[in-house]
């Protein structure tokens, strides 16, 4: 096929492309970022053009922008994908544990380390270069393209779902796509089927109205980071079951078929612990490690804070302590129901001494897709053409919450054709996307759309 002939040639330019937009810090939830956001935004559009997209422009919303780009020449009988990205990326810090600054994308072997390398702007810049490949050598795509590249998915989405309903005409398609998950190795390609949802809380115990010496209160006034701990602490049963009553009523339990499939991914123990650092495993014993990453909901502990965190010495009984909650949701697990769950029962559990507030800062449904699907059927060939290999079904235990919404406002499923590596140090220092990989994904993508506009339907 040509077009793929012009990815190999030109895998030079795709990756220099690569890097230019690795080096636009587009830090999303920091506020002195927003100048490098809207650079990032502009870049990517400038890029669309050049491509060949006949039409790409700068969506404002009430918060980040969102790119939006279009080519519709395959005609109304060709099928609509709508292509799923998200251009802004994770803070880098630590800093101080990256081996290079994480802005000044270096190529390490066959990676290429920085900030979104994998998550997600390599991985989103496929379909850009895969509609170029195609455009260069046939004048035309073989489906209708719409792009949907928004700013916003590292602090969760918080303008996605009005812009979607608002926009709901403009973004009609056939089947959505979506680049921004792994497959399990490098040679073993996998399609996610699904996801967890998120349910984010912060809570707030306040002890004393104001901070007190801790020599002449300590003992006899109830220390809130100590009752917080406490309440934490209470959280998991020591089986590692989370006891927050009702938590688990509307988990949709795993079918002995479904546990059998997942049973037969390939998966070592050993490696995963070395990939963690993990002295050892922890969780519920009665599911393995795949279902507890992946099917069944959990809860952690992602922040804590409250009294002298500086160095040295101050003793101070505090007046509040903090914590920032998140659990991992499955199907048909409600973030607002287990928003609600959470807090009458951290309520219940403060000792009297304290008081306790819960706010909810974020929620996203997870969402399991259709495998039979003519779009699904196209991925599994194109993975299979792409990496030599067929691909193997997964789910995954991270969060895109833009998939339950394509499902709720425009009514289409998403296909997953992720690229990264699960070793990938995605939010963490040192992020890497493994470039053998971003070659491949543009040659998966263009089989893709090929083979996908060669079927009639897409339902
Ligand atoms: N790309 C990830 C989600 C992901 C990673 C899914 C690997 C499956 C495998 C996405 O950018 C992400 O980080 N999502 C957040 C959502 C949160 C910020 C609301 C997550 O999962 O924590
Ligand atoms: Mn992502
Ligand atoms: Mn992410």
Not at 190 to 218: F, K, Q
Not at 347 to 369: D, F, K, M, Q, R
Not at 412 to 420: A, N, P, R, V, Y
């Amino acid at each position: 096929m040509h077009a793929l002939a012009y990815a190999q040639a030109n895998s030079h330019k795709f990756l220099d492309e690569l890097i230019e937009f690795l080096s636009i810090p587009s830090v999303s939830t920091q506020p002195e970022h927003k100048p490098d956001i809207q650079r990032a935004a502009a870049w990517l559009r400038d890029k669309l053009l050049l491509s060949g997209f006949p039409r790409a422009e700068v969506m404002p919303t009430q918060g980040h922008p969102i790119v939006y780009a279009e080519w519709l020449d395959a005609g109304p009988d060709a099928p609509t994908i709508l292509i799923y990205g998200h251009y802004d990326v994770q803070p880098p810090d630590p800093l101080e544990l990256w081996d290079t600054p994480p802005f000044e994308p270096t190529i390490v072997g066959n990676d290429i380390v920085a900030r979104g390398a994998a998550d997600d702007k390599g991985q989103l810049y496929i379909h850009v270069k895969a509609v170029e490949a195609l455009k260069e050598t046939s004048g035309s795509l073989p489906v209708n393209v719409k792009c949907l590249f928004e700013g916003e998915e590292e602090c969760g989405s918080p303008n996605l779902a009005p812009f979607i309903q608002e926009h709901s005409a403009l973004l009609t398609a056939d089947v959505a796509v979506v680049s921004d998950t792994h497959i399990l190795g490098p040679d073993t390609p996998s399609i996610v089927y699904a996801l967890r949802g998120m349910c984010y809380v912060e809570v707030e115990v306040t002890g004393p109205d104001h901070d007190l010496h801790s020599g002449i209160y300590g003992g006899a006034v109830h220390n809130p980071i100590n009752a917080l701990c406490q309440m934490i602490a209470q959280l998991h049963d020591e089986n590692g079951r989370v006891t927050i009553p009702g938590f688990y009523d509307t988990v949709r339990d795993l079918s002995p078929e479904e546990r059998a499939e997942l049973a037969k991914i390939p998966f070592q123990r050993e490696e995963w612990l070395q990939e963690t650092g993990a002295p050892t495993d922890w969780g519920d014993p009665a599911y393995t490690i795949i279902e507890r990453t992946t099917a069944r909901p959990t809860l952690d502990a992602n922040g804590m804070w409250g009294g002298y965190i500086q160095p040295g010495v101050k003793t101070v009984l505090p007046s509040k302590a903090y914590a920032k909650l998140s659990m991992r949701l499955v199907p048909d697990q409600q973030q607002d129901e287990i928003a609600q769950l959470i807090r009458e029962y951290l309520v219940s559990i403060a000792p009297p001494t304290v008081t306790v507030e819960v706010h909810y800062l974020h929620g996203g449904s997870g969402a399991i897709v259709h495998r039979d699907s003519p779009a699904m059927q196209a991925a599994f060939h194109a993975y299979t053409a792409g990496f030599g290999r067929a691909p193997i079904f997964v789910r995954a235990g991270g969060s895109i919450p833009v998939v339950a919404m394509f499902q709720k406002f425009l009514d289409i499923e998403t296909i997953l054709l992720g690229f990264g590596l699960p070793d990938d140090r995605l939010h963490s220092p040192n992020e890497k996307f493994h470039l053998p990989n971003f070659h491949k994904g543009i040659e998966t993508v263009i089989h893709f759309m090929t083979d996908l506009g060669t079927r009639t339907s897409t339902d």
